[in-house]
């Protein structure tokens, strides 16, 4: 499940490169185990984003391990048909959501941050699809279970829609909409990411970056490296690629793995003790 990617166009030669970063699956960071609360404090949230296992994989890894999630599903909601099944809602007639129900610790991260977060893993700007996947069920969505959380829902919407999308004359599509019932999806849709390292994530599910990380340092500081999430969260891609090389050891191999992906071409893969960095040109 790539971590961040870039893809970077107008090089010379026509061509293009897309920089994937994804922590390895048997790394200690990227097993992660939830912890209980030490408050006993337990709040739920629950968002769609597209493809739930990417949408599930992004809070489980910036959220785990003490930062605040105790626990996560994924499943269907906003619908009208009870119990469905993944074959009835990937048929866009159900009108439920891929969705995930996060429980989490309100005394380690607020409901705002997560919606917040939420923001920063997918383009909320399309309606009704991420990437490459179409239909109702991939829909953006926010279901409140209160009206403080709508009310926050709808402010941190607001300040997100004006300060990263009209800025580049767009708007958000994010539905934000009542909770009404959850159904769990199926046992082998649950962590699918981490059960199915390199299994399918939609391009769109990644975090945008509000800013930048620019020393050696500061990879210490970021949610890849386990450790606080101020003052940033993300990187430049080449400032990942160098800090990983300059820190670990590494191997470039060609892979002919396939992947559901927009993007074709000759992809290898530069492969640390920490992290797997993918580098693929496409004309």
Known sequence: MP?????????PAHLGVLLSF?????????????????????DTAIFASGCF?????????????GKGLLDAKV?????SVNNPTYKQVCTGTTQHAESVKLEF?????????????FYRTHDASHHNHQGPDRGTQYRSAIFYLNEDQRGVAEKVTKEVEEK???????????VIEKFERWWDAEDYHQNYLHNN?????????????HGWIKTRDSLARSPIAGGDRNPVDCMRPWAHLLSA??????????????ERTEYTGMRFAVTSSFVSISIQMFP
């Open 197 to 209: 390292p390199g299994g399918y994530e939609c391009p769109t599910h990644r975090l945008h970056c």
């Open 75 to 79: 499943g269907y909601t906003g619908g």
């Open 3 to 11: 971590f961040l990617s870039a893809r970077l166009l107008n090089r």
């Open 53 to 65: 296992w990417g949408t599930e994989h992004l809070f489980r890894q910036h959220y785990g391990r």
């Open 164 to 174: 990263h999308y009209k800025p580049k004359g767009k708007n958000i599509a994010t």
């Open 105 to 117: 610790d309100p005394s380690l991260v607020s409901y705002s941050e997560l919606v917040e977060f």
């Open 22 to 42: 994804s922590p390895l699956a048997n790394h200690p960071y990227h097993q992660k185990a939830f912890m209980a609360s030490a408050t006993g404090n337990k």
């Open 245 to 258: 090389v300059s820190t670990a050891k590494y191997s470039v191999h060609p892979t002919m793995e396939q």
